[in-house]
């Protein structure tokens, strides 16, 4: 079944008794035991509920997992995979990935005894070199925020596998849709629930899928014990957002390619960021292993100047930090989103005071171009 035919069908197998299509919002704590010993296979919704577990099964199949696990936040479920770590245990991780992901692993988690090495994941070799004996697993980005490097995720499966490694890919910007870290070889998938999968800028989710039964047991236990779990209102808003993924996300790359292209040709930028382009370095990568590009571009204007009169002058583009919603959204990263980045690894990777991060939405491309257009010439 195509994937698209698979997302929108998410949960609509669950209410059998009534037949309803819509999942019903299981807006309950607890749950009324049959019997001495007995169970509905529910107690506490923190354990599991039949709202959330419809949308853990779903995204399951859609990442052709095992199991999958919905959490509060996609830095919830993060925290949630690095409890598979015990101090001393060192993991590779991208250097250009998400600021929130970095401040997590060095000044939450590097308190416990954790190690993280930063390292361009697209360069296997680079990841290779950064192995030591105390390295437990690699974490990836598929495709990395904001900077748009592409991992080989093969290559870097074979590295782990090789080594008794976990290979954990955040697969945020490319979803399901896209791309299957799990059927490339990853160990992990991990979201941030509340971009592309739910679609609207209206809930705040993360979503882990686990390739192996086993491991599943293991994060299951985790997310009940610690508890970060998504709750019934949220997992149906996420549902229901995963049900048009395919078509936004066929229009949204529809407008990032038309965008991207415009802005290569714009004199006011200096430099664009999109897989997409053929002169991206991570294009033929991307074309293999993936069913498109994206629709997340970064791109540097000329001067330090035009960054404010971007901000400020776009009228149908927000200025907001999010991003992955059928509204198109724009940010600055350097202040923005990878503030808790090193200045030094910032401007080493090119995080800089006038690179700009767009993430196109379901407006008429046409209308987005022009929007962009005013504002540089305002």
Known sequence: MNISTQAVQIGLEWDTRTGAVSVPIYQTATFRHPGLGQSTGYDYSRSGNPTRQSLEDGMARLDNGARAFAYSSGMAAIANLLLLFRSGDHLVV?????????????????????????????????????????????????????????????????????????????????TPYLLRPLDLGADVAVYSASKYLAGHNDAIAGLVAVKDAELAERVS?????????????????????????????????????????????????????????????????????????????????ATHALVEQVLLKTRLISFAESLGGVESLITFPEVQTHADIPLELRARLGINNTLLRLSVGIEDGGDLIEDLNQALEA
């Open 94 to 174: 991208t250097e250009d990935l998400y600021g929130g992901t970095c401040r997590l692993f060095d000044k939450v988690f590097n308190q416990f005894g954790l190690t993280f090495s930063y390292v361009d994941t697209s360069d296997v070799e680079a990841v290779r070199a950064a192995l030591t004996p105390r390295t437990r697993a690699v974490f990836a980005e598929s495709l990395t925020n904001p900077l748009l490097k592409f991992a080989d995720i093969p290559a870097l499966s074979t590295l782990c596998r090789d080594r008794g490694l976990l290979l954990i890919v955040d697969n945020t910007f490319l």
């Open 221 to 301: 236990y985790h997310q009940n014990a610690a508890g970060a779990v998504l709750g019934p209102q949220d997992s149906w808003l996420v549902m229901r957002g995963i049900k048009t993924l395919g078509v936004r996300l066929d229009r949204q790359q529809e407008n990032a390619a038309k965008i991207a292209g415009w802005l290569k040709k714009h004199p006011a930028i200096a430099k664009v960021y999109y897989p997409g382009l053929e002169d991206h370095p991570g294009h033929a990568l991307v074309k293999r292993d993936s069913r498109g590009f994206g629709a997340m571009i970064a791109f540097e204007v």
